[in-house]
Structure formats: structure tokens, C-alpha cells
Nanobody
């Protein structure tokens, strides 16, 4: 599976963006999908995860109520809808795939050896 993230850009505070992560390969639907982000000078942090069925989602506290993760297995794509953006959301956003059990999904942190990583897309929120 190869992952290609896109949709980043420059947006004003309070605005919205939708990120996409397109996957190649026929096994996309077997993987949980995650979004992480890394701000300048900071460690990579978990943002959101969605189970392979799409039925379970998890979010970092910092984005709950503002971000929504979803997936379309027919299109081999996972999305991250980001609303009410603020400058603290500025970061490179990465997608990652795993085959963890549901209870562990979204709880392993960025140091876990995920099966696949995308290349990242830059989101810049201006104040």
C-alpha cells in the first residue's frame, strides 16, 4: 500500500480544510487509517483514527469537535475535515495505516511501527 496525502494549504484562523489520503493497492479496506501531525520543532502527534470498517473513530482531545475523520473504501481514500482551524493547528499532516485491533487503534502514538506512512501535506493557519 502506498499513501499519498493532499489538500494542505494556507487558511485563515476560523477557516476549514479537507485533507485526503489516497491509497494504492487492493487491501486498503483492511487497514485502520490514522492522521498525525508535526509542527515545527515539535514531536509528531496523533490527530485522528478510523477503523477499517469506518465504524470506530478516535480523536486527540485538541481536535475533538473540530475535526472529522472518514473513509471511502470504494475510493481507497481517507479524509480529514478540519473546521475552526487555529494557528496551533499549523503542521505537516501525515496519514498512516495499521492493522491494530479496535481497542488499540489510535492509542499507540507516533513511535509505533505503522505499516505505511504517507509523505505529508502542509497546513498553515494564519492568525
Amino acid at each position: 500500500v502506498q499513501l499519498q496525502a493532499s489538500g494542505g494549504g494556507l487558511v485563515q484562523a476560523g477557516g476549514s480544510l479537507r485533507l485526503s489520503c489516497a491509497a494504492s493497492g487492493r487491501t486498503f479496506s483492511r487497514y485502520n487509517m490514522n492522521w498525525f501531525r508535526q509542527a515545527p520543532g515539535k514531536e509528531r502527534e496523533f490527530v485522528a483514527a478510523v477503523s477499517w470498517t469506518g465504524g470506530i473513530t478516535r480523536y486527540a482531545d485538541s481536535v475533538k469537535g473540530r475535526f472529522t475523520i472518514s473513509r471511502d473504501n470504494a475510493k481507497n481514500t481517507v479524509y480529514l475535515q478540519m473546521n475552526s482551524l487555529n494557528p496551533e493547528d499549523t503542521a505537516v499532516y501525515y496519514c498512516a495505516a495499521d492493522r491494530l485491533v479496535a481497542s488499540a487503534m489510535g492509542r499507540m502514538g507516533p513511535r509505533y511501527v505503522y505499516d505505511y506512512w504517507g509523505q505529508g501535506t502542509l497546513v498553515t493557519v494564519s492568525s
